[in-house]
């Protein structure tokens, strides 16, 4: 108690009040513009810090991570375009409930679930932090391998009815993660004359592309203004308090699920988000709604990509390791600061982690109210023509795509991929197994490949470890679930005619 009063007296002063309303605005801004997102936000940021107390520089960079988390999903559900990685599963269910004139209920829905699921987050790094990194120790190469398969196994569930459409997809995003310099012998993989492939394709360029480019073309070929489903999509429908109530379960899973997938070192809020919204699916008793604008799909990945910032910052906070690419800027952050990220952290400068913790217990009630005035805005943006709105994402799009890595290389592969994307897209193939398998695809390669370099070529290693053993267990669940059903109906009509 005595370091959280600590943490009290550092937040509540008009430096660090002011320092979590500025991180806030800005991260809005930064989650809802597709190519920036948290990353590039916070490290675009960190020189205005230099001359900063670090319990202020932190609570403004991490303010700004946590609302663009949420910004994302902005974009995501007004122009179908997810502004940062961890919105891509919010484009599922958003977009089409915006389409039906339900835009305004699923940004309430978003923004309620990600404040949620970002104070279970915060409320989990300061009880839990310990034993979940206990946990999380004890992942190796064998467990992010089965975690991996686990995650291929959800490309069915996302398929919807379009099942072999769903395989080739995630077929096409497996291929894309092989391109680049093999992890074990170091030699170049279908790069061509490309050098800038031997990193292998940026996810950033694929998301871009496939989400944002193919939209705007879309949204082109259309050519009509968008004013009449502007006005149906902001002012029709709201959430209100008892269907938000009666949501209450699917912020708590998806927080529970972001919260453990956030303390996975180099798991992140994507596949947090995935994994919410396959479950969501799982639980519901109307998964054929999903990816027809079911409001449960906004708001189970919404919850759990604001409930991983929490759980990201536990590897950064108790071990110095980054659980996300936004946590390894601001381990660079904190060291630039003359702070060593790790358990001497709680000794040494307990004001900047106690401030922290109470900062973000502050950073979210405050997104709350300032997303809640800016949501009359979002009409503005959707009144525009769609020509209008095309040109402005293949802008923004375009930017952020240079901004990454600086390269022309880079713009003009993401044009490759947004046509790509579009005739996928006019074919009703889903993109969401595509990205899905590519994030995951570098994950079991580069994992499996560790693992036998460990047992010296045996596959055994997979199975003599108990979390290994039970994820595994858990991935061939899953592919034999959705088949159950089929079984037990074809054994009952063989009942039924032996009856008769």
């Known amino acids: 108690m005595q370091e959280l009063l600590l ?9 660090g009040i002011l320092a979590i309303f500025v991180g806030t605005a800005l991260g809005i801004l930064v989650g809802a513009l597709p190519g920036l997102g948290p990353s590039l936000g916070v490290a675009l940021l960190i020189p205005a810090t230099f001359s900063l107390p670090p319990s202020v520089s932190f609570n403004l960079l991490v303010s700004l991570y946590i609302a663009a988390e949420y910004g994302g999903s902005i974009s995501a559900i007004l122009i179908g375009t997810p502004g940062t990685a961890a919105a891509t599963a919010t484009v599922v269910d958003g977009y089409p409930m915006n389409r039906k004139g339900q835009g305004a209920m699923a940004l309430q829905a978003s923004l309620t679930a990600s404040t949620i699921g970002g104070i279970i987050g915060a409320i989990s790094l300061i009880v839990f932090s310990q034993p979940l990194i206990a946990f999380v120790l004890k992942f190796g190469a064998p467990e992010y391998f089965a975690l991996g398969l686990l995650g291929l196994t959800l490309i069915a569930s996302l398929s919807g009815d ?24 170091g030699s170049p993989r279908f790069t061509g004359p490309f050098f800038e492939l031997y990193e292998g394709i940026p996810f950033l ?7 944002a480019l193919a939209e705007a073309f879309t949204l082109a070929e259309r050519g009509n203004n968008t004013s009449d489903k502007a006005e149906k999509s902001m002012s029709s429908g709201s959430l209100g308090i008892g269907p938000a109530l009666a949501m209450f379960p699917t912020f708590l ?3 529970v699920i972001g919260t453990v997938v956030g303390a996975i070192p180099g798991a992140g ?3 947090a988000g995935w994994l919410a919204y396959v479950q969501e699916r799982r639980w519901s008793k109307e998964p054929e709604t999903f990816g027809q604008g079911q409001i449960r799909g906004v708001a189970a990945p919404e919850a759990a990509n604001s409930a991983s910032v929490g759980g990201s910052l536990m590897p950064l906070l108790t071990l110095g390791l980054p659980g996300s690419p936004t946590t390894a800027v601001l381990i660079g952050a904190l060291i630039i600061h003359g702070l060593q990220p790790g358990p001497r952290l709680f000794s040494q400068n307990p004001d900047v982690v106690y401030g922290l913790f109470v900062g973000m217990l502050v950073a979210f009630p405050m997104l709350f109210v300032l997303a809640i005035a800016a949501m009359p ?5 959707l009144a525009l023509p769609n020509s209008y709105l095309a040109v402005g994402i293949i802008l923004l799009s375009l930017v952020g795509t240079y901004s990454f890595r ?8 993401a044009i490759g991929f947004g046509i790509g994307g579009y005739f996928l897209k006019k074919l009703r193939f889903p993109m969401a ?7 995951l695809g570098a994950i079991v390669e580069s994992n499996y490949a560790r693992a036998l370099i460990m047992s010296q070529g045996s596959h055994g290693i997979f199975f003599e470890r108990a979390l290994s053993v039970s994820l595994i267990g858990f991935a061939i669940l899953a592919l034999v679930w959705p088949v159950v059903p089929y079984f037990m109906k074809k054994i009952r009509q063989n009942r039924q005619e032996t009856a008769m």
């Open 406 to 413: 600086n390269l022309m290389f880079d713009v003009w592969l």
């Open 269 to 271: 809020a994507n596949i």
């Open 162 to 185: 379009t099942i072999l459409k769903g395989l080739i997809a995630g077929l096409i995003g497996l291929l894309l993660a092989v391109v680049g310099v093999d992890p074990v012998s």
């Open 433 to 439: 197994p595509l990205v899905l398998a590519m994030v």
């Open 253 to 255: 899973r998806g927080s």
């Open 7 to 15: 943490g009290i007296e550092t937040v509540f002063t008009w430096q």
């Open 205 to 211: 360029v694929v998301l871009i592309g496939v989400f």
């Open 377 to 381: 805005l979002w009409r503005r943006v």
